[in-house]
């Protein structure tokens, strides 16, 4: 009984070094293989060993050499970024988006496809449509399938336990992918994912955590904490748009009253400047904005993006008010949590500096002054691809490379 | 250069397994060496050595004969409770407590030190005091010293950034405590030890995640995620008694205005009896609390539990109010990290079920339905011990005991 445990912990151990050099030389860029005996104290021939499968396998080439350090000039390695190529997927409200990734988080291919409303098995069929094409846009071996959704997801049995739009509950989705191209797959709540993506691959000092809070049509953040991903008991960490923020506010979708998502997503924002528009007589609402928009309908985010960026003061105040409430629930998440970088993305993200602004006046107010003063508030670079790259952080993290 | 660094990854494995079957014999109380092999995957050989060790240093006895399960009846092994013993403190505001805790958490012996308001080097000695005696109430080997204390604690370097009623910045504590008694030390806050010593020594079922909220003359709270208690980038997760919960509410200590602290911890309550029993007239008030309380001054969380005891509304009132605030807290921390384990402890808790229900009922208000229903709000059954409890599961963390 005792000998093929010990047997599969040997197995384990080998497995571990593998990961452990593979991970050195990424993380390096181009190293020697004494260079990464060294740091990964192992010895020079089981270093030697394994290099030798990586470049078998095509992970891993040989790509020049480096200075002398006395002896003859080392030869360098270096990962091969296109190695493995990665299909990731972010199954937004409105678009599916899809792209092909490299293993340095670049987009090699990318695709949109129009939901049109559908949901269900239809919408599973669009994640096939979607998958097939993208396997079709690469000739590298694939990796495995990321996939980011708006909604409950149970990231360690690949189940959609609820999205809403999408009409999907307990939907079996990774074994779905799975049984169909044999790959492996992982899927992650969207927030959760982007929280990934801006730690593997966003421009931050190194750090242990790390808030990622997306503002669109709703409210979601991600975590990571002591380096690793919090999901939470029930995969609902980070359900932040359902805090009630206004005492007696109006009704949200989920059945309470006052959710930060009925003040500060692009829905509330839509909603309050149809309304402006509507009832406020022309000379209050000289500006831009009316300039812009004939009919209340005419509104939508990108619509108010130009107004404000034209200088429409009525909607710098209505985003200064989204700014308040979203800065009401990141001064309690820095409270709790004590993270000092927090990142901002999603559509409203888009308005910048003056979110930012409310943002650090709010933390200021809202939490112990001697910690509030450390926290930093910054926009995401990584756009709108941070879902698919947090799907592809996913599936690198699983062969050790993140 | 290999070599030693090769052998030193020996020496670690080592005490890794040594640490590892140290555990598994504690976790499971009683067990033989062959079940320690087969659930630690080692070979018998190496576990039996191990043993031997852990004998030799008389941390493990052998304790009687287990059924047998075909051949001879097994020899079963335990680890010996009072084999080392704990120093732990718990720096409280107005009194210095101390214990002497075993490897069960079993408290042997204890002592109070009351502050009387010295702060400084002076607080130091008294410390000293409190560590002098308990070192001389015990015969056991010492395994270290633990010590839980308000404030901002880094707990890496064993430093007290700021403890205001202490009037210590940046003291060095653990280096002042390893000098004086060559023992090994750690300090932490002591909501955060209070989390790690119900996830240690709280009866709950096998979880990752748990919130410790202490309500008393402050408010804090402590979290272990993913098995781990978070400190934060600066030490201070779980300050939530400045979150803002009063917008224009009054001002606190802090600077700010209506904090969580201005409304919910035990001085909040207090005064607000206070200025309740001073200005309302006595057919207001007539009940225990008028009976109780002949002036303003008489009234403290004492006073005000007798009174909720024998039945006082006003009281209650009082009570629910702290619970408004505290479950709009608590909604906001479950809303954010999704942990559905919820301990109350500190001076309030004593409130109990009013406290709890309250605190419910602001769960479902305040966060998305279908995650709240999940969470457990309890009373923690640890008592006025935690604090020091959590500094003795600091101390057994270091030695992989729990």
Redesign the interface.
Known sequence: ??QP??K??HQQTKANNVQLVLRTIYDHGQISRAQV??LT????VTVSEIVTELIESKLVAEVGRGPSTGGKTPILLSVIDDARHLICLDLEDEVFHGAVINLRGQIKYSCNLSRQDQGGAQAVEMVYELVDSLLAATRQPVLGIGVGVPG?VDSVNGVVR?AVHLDWNDLHLANLLDQRYHLPVHIANDSQAAALAEFTFGKHEQ???ILVVRVGRGIG?G?V??G?L???????????G???VVEGGERCR????GCLETVASSRALVRRAQFLLDELPGGRLASPLRRMAARPEDIDTDLLLRAYRAGDRTVRGLIEDVGYYLG??I???V???????VVLTGSLSRFGDVLVEVIRYQLL???????AD?VQVSLSTLGKDIVMLGAASLLMGEVGLV
Chains 1, 2 share one sequence.
């Open positions: 009984m005792n445990l010990e599969s912990t005996a060294r104290r192992l010895t020079r409950l609820r750090l242990n955590n953040a975590m904490l002591n690793r919090h999901y939470g008991d029930n995969f609902g960490a980070g359900e932040i359902h805090m009630r989920c059945g309470n009253y009401m629930a001064a309690h998440m409270s709790i949590l004590n993270v000092n970088q107010r809202g939490g112990l002054p001697l910690l450390k």
